[in-house]
């Protein structure tokens, strides 16, 4: 099983701060690298895919880089609010017999406090 | 917009019993993915499948199996149900896992074994 290791695992925030958590993944091979987030009662959804080294992809207040060389991405969220409030999935491609399948990070749990 | 739709939300089913979890989705993607999540686990992988009739085992394929007997529909099958089994189950799918290729979930299954 390939390791994904997402940390913090929760994290609480006032509204209007910034903050940062991070997605580690093997850096050998590498493919490329997906961001979900996961509202309560909602589906998962995607933010970025990330595939060369030093990419740094933005939507709206959140945003997120990479380094495939140490084997890392981090994701941003300027001035927080409470919509922002969601769980935040990492995921990485591996081969797995005759195609490719998404190896999911544990997540980073955000409550941003009004 | 894509959409996967997950037939049943909730369910509540006995130990020992045979339960059916029936995912279609509407957009002509190659594949089709079963996860599961359980609080600090992260969503783990079941199994997947890359064309109809084909299927990958993915990290815990115990106690499941699946069908894909045409394109647009993937099943989860418990054969006799257990109480460890008792999770939220998703279903998602996605075109070939390549560089900005995303995947697209449902909204999941709660199933209770009791």
């Known amino acids: ?114 | 917009d894509v959409k996967v739709t997950q037939s049943s939300r909730y369910l509540v089913k006995r130990t020992g019993e045979k339960v059916f979890l029936e995912c279609v989705q509407d957009m002509d993607h190659e594949n089709m993915f079963w996860y599961r999540q359980d609080p600090g686990l992260g969503l783990r992988l079941i199994y997947f499948s890359y064309d109809v009739k084909m299927k990958e085992k993915g990290d815990i394929p115990e106690g499941y199996s699946v069908s894909r007997e045409k394109k647009e529909r993937f099943s989860l099958i418990l054969e006799s149900a257990s109480t460890n089994q008792t999770s939220m189950y998703l279903c998602a799918s996605s075109r070939a896992i390549r560089a900005g290729n995303t995947i697209y979930f449902g909204e999941g299954s709660w199933l209770t074994v009791v």
């Open chain 1, 1 to 114: 099983i390939l390791n994904v290791e997402q940390s913090p695992q929760s994290l609480h925030v006032q509204e209007g701060d910034s903050t940062n958590f991070t997605c580690s993944f093997p850096s050998s091979n590498f493919y490329a690298l997906h961001w979900y987030r996961w509202e309560t009662a909602k589906s998962p959804e995607a933010l970025f895919v990330m595939t060369l080294n030093g990419d740094e992809k933005k939507k709206g207040r959140i945003s997120a880089t990479l380094n495939t060389k140490e084997g890392y991405s981090y994701l941003y969220i300027k001035g927080s609010q409470p919509e922002d409030s969601a769980t935040y999935l990492c995921a990485f491609p591996i081969s797995s017999g005759s195609a490719r399948q998404l190896t999911f990070g544990s997540g980073t749990q955000l409550t941003v406090l009004p």
